[in-house]
C-alpha cells in the first residue's frame, strides 16, 4: 500500500495503465524451475533442477557431472541425440501413456535386458511441467517409491 502511495504521489501511477502493474505480476525464473529428485542405478538420491518444458533427458545432460553418463546413451534413431531409460512412479503413468511403434523399440534397445515395464519411458518423451515439481524418477531398473 505504501509504495502506491509513493507512486501515486510522484506520478508514476496513472491510472489503471500505471507502470507499476507490470512488475507486480511478471513471471519470473522461479515460476518455471522443476525440482526432481533422480535415483541413479547404484541407488543414490540426486536432487536437481529444470525448467519448464525441457526433457528429463536435457535435465540428466546438464547433471552429468553428479550424476554421471550411465543412464545417458545415444539414441538408436542415429541422430546424435541422447536417450535414457527412466521409472515413472504410478500417479504419472497416465499423464505419459506408453510408448508404441519406433518409440517403444527405441526404449527396449536403451533399456537394460527384461527392465522394460509399465513404468519405462524414454527421458526424451517426459517433458517437465509444474505437476512433475517434486518428483521422483529412476534411471533403469530401479523402483525407489516402492521402498519409501
Same mark, same amino acid.
Given at each position: 500500500?505504501?509504495?502506491? *502511495?509513493?507512486? *501515486?504521489?510522484? +506520478?508514476?501511477?496513472?491510472?489503471? %495503465?500505471?507502470?507499476?502493474?507490470? $512488475?507486480? =505480476?511478471?513471471?519470473?525464473?522461479?515460476?518455471?524451475?522443476?525440482?526432481?529428485?533422480?535415483?541413479?542405478?547404484?541407488?543414490?538420491?540426486?536432487?536437481?533442477?529444470? =525448467?519448464? &518444458? *525441457?526433457?528429463?533427458?536435457?535435465?540428466?545432460?546438464? @547433471?552429468?557431472?553428479?550424476?554421471?553418463?550411465?543412464?545417458?546413451?545415444?539414441?538408436?534413431?542415429?541422430? +546424435?541425440?541422447?536417450?535414457?531409460?527412466?521409472?515413472?512412479? *504410478?500417479?504419472?503413468? /497416465?499423464? $505419459?501413456?506408453? @510408448?508404441? &511403434?519406433?518409440?517403444?523399440? $527405441?526404449? /527396449?534397445?536403451?533399456?537394460?535386458?527384461?527392465?522394460?515395464?509399465? @513404468?519405462?519411458?524414454?527421458?526424451?518423451?517426459?517433458?517437465?511441467?509444474?505437476?512433475?515439481?517434486?518428483?521422483?524418477? %529412476?534411471?533403469? /531398473?530401479?523402483?525407489?517409491?516402492?521402498?519409501?
Amino acid at each position: 500500500m505504501a509504495l502506491r *502511495q509513493l507512486a *501515486q504521489a510522484t +506520478g508514476l501511477l496513472r491510472g489503471s %495503465a500505471g507502470l507499476l502493474r507490470p $512488475f507486480a =505480476t511478471a513471471p519470473s525464473v522461479y515460476d518455471k524451475l522443476v525440482q526432481l529428485t533422480i535415483v541413479d542405478g547404484e541407488g543414490r538420491r540426486h536432487v536437481v533442477r529444470g =525448467t519448464v &518444458g *525441457q526433457s528429463v533427458v536435457d535435465v540428466l545432460e546438464g @547433471h552429468m557431472d553428479t550424476l554421471g553418463d550411465e543412464g545417458i546413451c545415444l539414441s538408436p534413431d542415429g541422430r +546424435g541425440a541422447r536417450e535414457a531409460h527412466i521409472k515413472l512412479p *504410478q500417479e504419472l503413468l /497416465a499423464a $505419459f501413456p506408453p @510408448h508404441t &511403434g519406433d518409440d517403444a523399440r $527405441f526404449l /527396449a534397445e536403451v533399456a537394460e535386458p527384461n527392465s522394460v515395464d509399465r @513404468h519405462s519411458r524414454l527421458g526424451s518423451k517426459v517433458t517437465l511441467s509444474k505437476e512433475l515439481d517434486g518428483t521422483v524418477l %529412476a534411471l533403469g /531398473a530401479l523402483y525407489p517409491w516402492k521402498s519409501l
